[in-house]
């Protein structure tokens, strides 16, 4: 099962087992990490539906960068809607307290070897002042923001958008569940 973007988020979703990231990797993608939630998650509804969406994007003369930040802003309005104010949209996190879990989400669009488009999106979550990720189906593992530079998990996946900060909220999870 997965989790696009015009499901809905209710409280058995959210993960509550602090053993839950140990047990099978596979289980869940840097979405669900991030957000931590036990289902794949995806920042949009339909992966073909994107998919062509972009190619019209670019096929209409916007540059890969230009479509990058649309597609970024997108997603944070899809996240926005359907997390509430679970997510809180910030600058940046160096004014927040590392008591506080903060999201870094970017995108990824290029064309690969065979010149085929490539999009993909990226999360990256502060949990006690340390930042961790999970890349697809790989265990959780620690990182560096990297907020200067591309974040490259290999192949095409070089992550290159703006960086969009998401404060979490615990007390609107409370509030709204």
Known sequence: MAIYS??????????NDPNFWDDDPAECNCGSYALNIVEWYYPYEDREMRDDWIESMLANGFTMEEAREEI??????????????????????DNIPNEVEVIA???SLA???????????HFKVRRGGYWSEKCGMSEVRSCALQADETWDNGDYLQYNSTIQYFAINPLAYKEVF
């Open 6 to 15: 015009d499901s809905v988020i209710t409280k058995d979703l959210f993960n």
């Open 72 to 93: 970024l802003s997108e997603d944070v309005y899809n996240m926005e809607a359907q997390f509430g104010d679970y997510l809180v949209p910030i600058d940046s996190p």
């Open 105 to 107: 989400y970017r995108v």
């Open 111 to 121: 064309y690969d070897a065979w010149d085929c488009l490539y999009y993909d999106f």
